[in-house]
T-cell receptor, first 110, second 118 residues
Framework: QKEVEQDPGPLSVPEGAIVSLNCTYSNSAFQYFMWYRQYSRKGPELLMYTYSSGNKEDGRFTAQVDKSSKYISLFIRDSQPSDSATYLCAMSQSGNQFYFGTGTSLTVIP | GAVVSQHPSRVICKSGTSVKIECRSL??????MFWYRQFPKQSLMLMATSNEGSKATYEQGVEKDKFLINHASLTLSTLTVTSAHPEDSSFYICSARPQGGGSKNIQYFGAGTRLSVL
């Protein structure tokens, strides 16, 4: 079983839609949870960072962590064509080793 | 803040030559830097973890004599692909973790280097 599972998609939504991206994990010791956005031929860009459980909101983006279910989510409200990218989840127990999902490819259609 | 600069962004070289890629944390100190390789439409593949002042830790299957990593300061790590061959062509990405741990246990990525070996 992989440490982190993420549906690769592709996911295609109309502009303005709410997007839900998810990852599940198996290691209950993970404490640090991150979402990255990666445009084609670019390095990943940190979008959201959450420590332990709970929600975090930043503009149109909301990150949720449910440690009891070992499930994290990223919601994008009012999606824009510029949100079209691959979204990677990542997590870590202590910061020494990080585990990444395979990435979900998102296309927002104008 | 938290900017990681990676240089060069693109390099084309002949088979047999060596290529050096630099990774710098511009506004923070990084005791740990990571080097990844990414194939088209695939996720990141960790190659090695480098800690300032010590030898890098390579992942299984990564040739340490082929991919030389140096982390000489808290803001600079380099990856040298020695005697590059066409199969080494790929997208290489570095990342840095800020010194201090705790809430800083996250990685910031460089923009990546596309290596093409002819």
């Amino acid at each position: 079983q992989k440490e982190v599972e993420q549906d690769p998609g592709p996911l295609s939504v109309p502009e303005g839609a709410i997007v839900s991206l998810n990852c599940t994990y198996s290691n209950s010791a993970f404490q640090y949870f991150m979402w990255y956005r990666q445009y084609s031929r670019k390095g990943p860009e940190l979008l959201m960072y959450t420590y332990s459980s709970g929600n975090k909101e930043d503009g149109r983006f909301t990150a949720q962590v449910d440690k009891s279910s070992k499930y994290i989510s990223l919601f994008i409200r009012d999606s824009q064509p510029s949100d079209s990218a691959t979204y990677l989840c990542a997590m870590s127990q202590s910061g020494n080793q990080f585990y990444f999902g395979t990435g979900t490819s998102l296309t927002v259609i104008p | 803040g938290a900017v990681v600069s990676q240089h060069p962004s693109r390099v084309i070289c002949k088979s047999g030559t060596s290529v050096k890629i630099e990774c710098r944390s511009l506004d923070f100190q990084a005791t740990t830097m990571f080097w990844y390789r990414q194939f088209p439409k695939q996720s990141l593949m960790l190659m090695a973890t480098s800690n300032e002042g010590s030898k890098a830790t390579y992942e299984q299957g990564v040739e340490k004599d082929k991919f030389l990593i140096n982390h000489a300061s808290l803001t600079l790590s380099t990856l040298t692909v020695t005697s590059a061959h066409p199969e080494d062509s790929s997208f290489y990405i570095c990342s840095a973790r800020p010194q201090g741990g705790g809430s800083k246990n996250i990685q910031y990525f460089g923009a990546g280097t596309r290596l093409s070996v002819l």
